[in-house]
């Protein structure tokens, strides 16, 4: 009898989902031939909460995805009504499907997928690690942000190397390719003694087999960063430049406001007040030969003096 009346209610409770209305109730004829009202969703709730004594407990609390893949976590114990929260949408997608949790690897990376008991107030993590599928293209899906930290970035100008305090990257992805995008590039230099405060400039970047190419407009250049991986937090990666090998980690941040960089290349500092000794390569009239007026900064991966 029980069991029926159980069946009955939750039958109720999904038809008036179903319908959309608003109050989750059923009426029941007492033995006296008088009707009462009663709320469908407590009687559901209870039941469940009588099942599995306030307690949610998944099968597991550490998941490996492919990007592309898409595996089931079951909910053992739980009140049936469920959320999910994943840390990093870019890395992993989650939903609640009955007695599931079902995730989808989106991006190379590691993040984190809480799951929540709506009606217990308690809440369960899962580890979530995210590899390559090894088409070698998807390793972007979660480049796009702001990042900063030291890229071990210096500039060899007038016989010295200036070495960066520290570098912010923006990635922007192309809204109809994965792989690819824009975005801003600053090395600082304050109280280093350079001739400028920083070195910004405009980028355009590309993932292609695991490797991120970043093309530096203003200059002309390029960099290839491989070996990286992303988390919610962090950018990992691996610089090879002129022998050096040079390892990163940078941290999340929100985005600056690139409108208010004045300067963006070496090129513009001169003549700026900030950097009166280099001048740009300029062009004789009439002649299609570069003449070089002065010395131009090269950019460089490497760690300084320690």
Same mark, same amino acid.
């Given at each position: 009898? !029980?069991?029926? +009346? ?27 031939? $008088?009707?009462?009202?009663? #709320? ?5 709730? %209870?039941? +469940?909460?009588?099942?599995? #004594? ?11 995805? !492919? &990007?592309?893949?898409?595996?089931? =976590?079951?909910?053992?114990?739980? /009140? ?7 840390? #990093? ?7 609640? *499907? ?9 991006? =190379?990376?590691?993040?984190? &997928? %809480? ?6 107030? =308690? ?5 979530? *690690? &995210?590899?390559? #599928?090894? /088409?070698?293209?998807?390793? /972007? ?40 995008? $824009? ?32 093309? +530096?407009?203003?200059?002309?250049? $390029?960099? &290839? ?6 988390? *919610? ?13 040079? *390892? +990163? ?9 690139? /409108? ?7 090129? $513009? ?20 030969? %570069?003449? =070089? ?14």
């Amino acid at each position: 009898m !029980k069991k029926t +009346f159980m069946l009955l209610a939750i039958l109720s409770l999904c038809q008036t989902l179903a319908f959309g209305q608003k109050k989750y109730e059923m009426v029941i004829e007492k033995k006296d031939g $008088s009707e009462i009202a009663v #709320n469908v969703e407590d009687i559901v709730r %209870t039941y +469940f909460r009588e099942r599995s #004594n306030g307690t949610l407990t998944l099968s597991t609390y550490s998941v490996d995805l !492919k &990007v592309g893949e898409t595996k089931m =976590v079951e909910i053992l114990s739980g /009140s049936g009504w469920y959320n999910t929260e994943t840390s #990093n949408p870019n890395i992993v997608t989650a939903a609640s *499907n009955g007695s599931e949790i079902s995730l989808t690897g989106k991006g =190379v990376g590691t993040a984190v &997928v %809480t799951v929540s008991d709506a009606q217990y107030q =308690v809440t369960k993590k899962i580890s979530v *690690n &995210v590899t390559s #599928n090894g /088409s070698g293209d998807e390793t /972007s899906g979660s480049l796009e942000g702001t990042w900063s930290g030291n890229m071990y970035v210096s500039s060899y100008y007038g016989g010295r190397d200036y070495y960066a305090t520290h570098t912010e990257i923006t990635f922007l992805q192309d809204p109809l390719h994965f792989t690819k995008g $824009s975005g801003y590039w600053v090395d600082y230099y304050d109280g280093t003694g350079a001739p400028w405060e920083y070195v910004a400039d405009h980028i355009d970047w590309r993932v292609d087999n695991g490797r991120l190419t970043v093309y +530096f407009r203003e200059e002309g250049t $390029s960099v &290839v960063i491989s070996d990286f991986r992303l988390s *919610n937090s962090y950018f990992i990666g691996c610089i090879y430049d002129a022998g050096n090998t040079v *390892n +990163f980690s940078l941290t999340s941040i929100p985005s600056p406001d690139w /409108s208010s960089y004045s300067y963006w290349g070496y090129d $513009s500092w001169y003549g700026s007040g900030y950097n009166p000794y280099y001048s740009p390569a300029t062009r004789a009239a009439g002649d299609s030969t %570069t003449i =070089v007026t002065n010395e131009k900064p090269i950019r460089r991966f490497g760690k300084g003096p320690q």
